[in-house]
């Protein structure tokens, strides 16, 4: 069982940037790979970015390309998205999620998940 948690949320004007953070409880997180969601009002959960077990590879969706990082510290068992040049459409809970092996973009295939954390960017 994985346990975890997400922080940093909160509000921002467009162009502006926010930090989420997600802690994990188990002791084997470096056996985890990790992963960005986000889900806006009315709308289905969607893929931001994951990162691999080891940290090295990472992938993101199109629309975040460029603006956003997702890291991990194995060492502290945590995971980090920085977003920069945020926009109003971007708006939504965003999850942390993980799962043991390969990472992948589809939200079905992870099976632990956070609470959630409210970003929300102004006009």
């Known amino acids: 069982q994985v346990q975890l948690v997400e922080s940093g949320g909160g509000l921002v004007q467009a162009g502006g940037s926010l930090r989420l953070s997600c802690a994990a409880s188990r002791r084997t997180f470096n056996g985890y790979a990790m992963a960005w969601f986000r889900q806006a009002p009315g709308k289905e959960r969607e893929f931001v970015a994951y990162?691999?077990?080891?940290?090295?590879?990472?992938y993101y969706a199109d629309s975040v390309k460029g603006r956003f990082t997702i890291s991990r510290d194995n060492a502290k068992n945590t995971v980090s998205l920085q977003m920069n040049s945020l926009k109003p459409e971007e708006t939504a809970v965003y999850y942390c999620?993980?799962?043991?092996?390969?990472?992948?973009?589809?939200?079905?295939?992870?099976?632990?998940w956070g609470q959630g954390t409210q970003v929300t960017v102004s006009s």
């Open positions: 990162i691999r077990r080891s940290g090295g590879s990472t």
């Open positions: 999620a993980s799962r043991m092996g390969w990472a992948t973009t589809s939200a079905r295939d992870y099976e632990y």
